[in-house]
């Protein structure tokens, strides 16, 4: 059972670059969300989703866009890549149910030059 | 508004000593609340949650939270510590009904000396 799936794990752009972050679930979890860790601010929502074709933006959406047209899938895009999007990025996934824990990746490496 | 408050930002313990982390929310109702740990290198791993009842919950590797309304608390704690619980813990709420935003304290990282 592998559960999240974050690809890749480490990634350098320049400024300006697009990219897309991959993120697949296979334990069929309607919510799936992304976030960005950064040093002293914890984990900071930036998008989610309640199933496939919704998505909702969270704390930080700026700069990053979602698209959820599997169950399985939730990709987040950095259409235009800047220096204050370096980061290490988390995917989560769970049921549909505001007490259920999220299952998370092991998360990606960004470094936006 | 919700809010997540861990007040300390590193904690180092001796092995063998007892542990205790301190989380704070703000909430209007009983809130839905988790403790995570994560290892360098990882993602976050439920330690343990509280949704209602028995406000002493246990977690894994031998963790326990002891949720207090009066002191809008939730504090980790282990009795004896051992080098492989160095790690950072994250507190974390969930969301008010409808919104699933939910929201993580900035994290104590714990450092433990042999």
């Known amino acids: 059972n592998a559960g999240v799936t974050q690809t890749p794990k480490f990634q350098v752009l320049k400024t300006g670059q697009s990219m897309t972050l991959q993120c697949a679930q296979d334990m069929n979890h309607e919510y799936m969300s992304w976030y960005r860790q950064d040093p002293g601010m914890g984990l900071r929502l930036i998008h989610y989703s309640v199933g496939a074709g919704i998505t909702d933006q969270g704390e930080v959406p700026n700069g990053y866009n979602v698209s959820r047209s599997t169950t399985e899938d939730f990709p987040l895009r950095l259409l235009s890549a800047a220096p204050s999007q370096t980061s290490v990025y988390f995917c989560a996934s769970s049921p549909l149910a505001v007490n259920q824990p999220q299952h998370f990746g092991d998360g990606t490496r960004l470094s936006i030059l | 508004a919700q809010s997540v408050t861990q007040p300390d930002i590193h904690i180092t313990v001796s092995e063998g000593a007892s542990l205790e982390l301190r989380c704070n929310y703000s909430y209007g109702a009983t809130p839905y609340l988790f403790w995570y740990v994560q290892s360098p290198g990882q993602g976050l791993q439920l330690l343990l949650k509280?949704?209602?009842?028995?406000?002493l919950v246990q977690g894994i590797k031998g963790f326990e939270a002891e949720f207090k309304r009066s002191q809008s608390s939730f504090n980790l704690r282990k009795p004896s510590v051992h080098w492989s619980d160095a790690a950072e813990y994250f507190c974390?709420?969930?969301?008010?009904?409808?919104?699933?935003?939910?929201?993580f304290g900035t994290g104590t990282r714990l450092k433990v000396l042999a």
């Open positions: 509280y949704f209602s009842g028995d406000t």
């Open positions: 974390a709420v969930a969301p008010t009904s409808g919104t699933y935003k939910y929201i």
